[in-house]
């Protein structure tokens, strides 16, 4: 039996193509800014929830990591967010509430038919009431344009903690 620890060799971590933050500082504030105002209101372990199943469908690798970990600090369980990439053959880690926030993010994410279909909005709407509503779709279209800045700008996961921005 060998009792000697292996050693991986795992690929390079890759250099992000730009630093936007850095060359569009006042984007960067402003999408903060967005993103704290579209949050409020909104349950923090769902918004969390609602952000990485956003970024598993873009392959948003740095808000992934962001936002596992954020869910995981703010008391979200590991197998709910393992979960997630098949929530909908795993319904029964999820309440009512949160299987329509996931539907809705991603008719609103991917936008397949050019729409976000009538029955998807309406069973949001029985869950959430107007103000929560319009506050669910502004955090998904928000982590949606987070999302496309770190996949064109290839932004490096794995250096992140929870409480960081950016």
């Given at each position: 039996?060998?009792?000697?620890?292996?050693?991986?060799?795992?690929?390079?971590?890759?250099?992000?193509?730009?630093?936007?933050?850095?060359?569009?500082?006042?984007?960067?504030?402003?999408?903060?800014?967005?993103?704290?105002?579209?949050?409020?209101?909104?349950?923090?372990?769902?918004?969390?929830?609602?952000?990485?199943?956003?970024?598993?469908?873009?392959?948003?690798?740095?808000?992934?990591?962001?936002?596992?970990?954020?869910?995981?600090?703010?008391?979200?369980?590991?197998?709910?967010?393992?979960?997630?990439?098949?929530?909908?053959?795993?319904?029964?880690?999820?309440?009512?509430?949160?299987?329509?926030?996931?539907?809705?993010?991603?008719?609103?994410?991917?936008?397949?038919?050019?729409?976000?279909?009538?029955?998807?909005?309406?069973?949001?709407?029985?869950?959430?009431?107007?103000?929560?509503?319009?506050?669910?779709?502004?955090?998904?279209?928000?982590?949606?344009?987070?999302?496309r800045f770190g996949v064109a700008c290839r932004m490096t996961p794995g250096h992140?903690?929870?409480?960081?921005?950016?």
């Amino acid at each position: 039996m060998n009792t000697a620890e292996e050693t991986v060799e795992y690929a390079a971590e890759q250099s992000p193509r730009l630093r936007w933050a850095e060359h569009a500082p006042e984007v960067y504030k402003a999408m903060i800014r967005l993103d704290a105002a579209a949050g409020r209101g909104l349950d923090a372990r769902l918004r969390e929830l609602v952000k990485i199943r956003a970024s598993q469908l873009n392959h948003c690798a740095l808000c992934l990591d962001m936002h596992s970990k954020d869910a995981l600090a703010a008391g979200e369980s590991v197998e709910r967010i393992v979960q997630l990439s098949a929530w909908e053959e795993s319904r029964h880690f999820y309440t009512e509430k949160e299987l329509a926030a996931l539907e809705l993010t991603e008719a609103v994410t991917v936008l397949t038919d050019g729409f976000v279909p009538d029955e998807v909005y309406d069973k949001a709407a029985k869950h959430f009431d107007e103000a929560e509503l319009a506050q669910l779709i502004a955090a998904i279209a928000v982590i949606n344009a987070w999302n496309r800045f770190g996949v064109a700008c290839r932004m490096t996961p794995g250096h992140y903690q929870p409480g960081q921005h950016g």
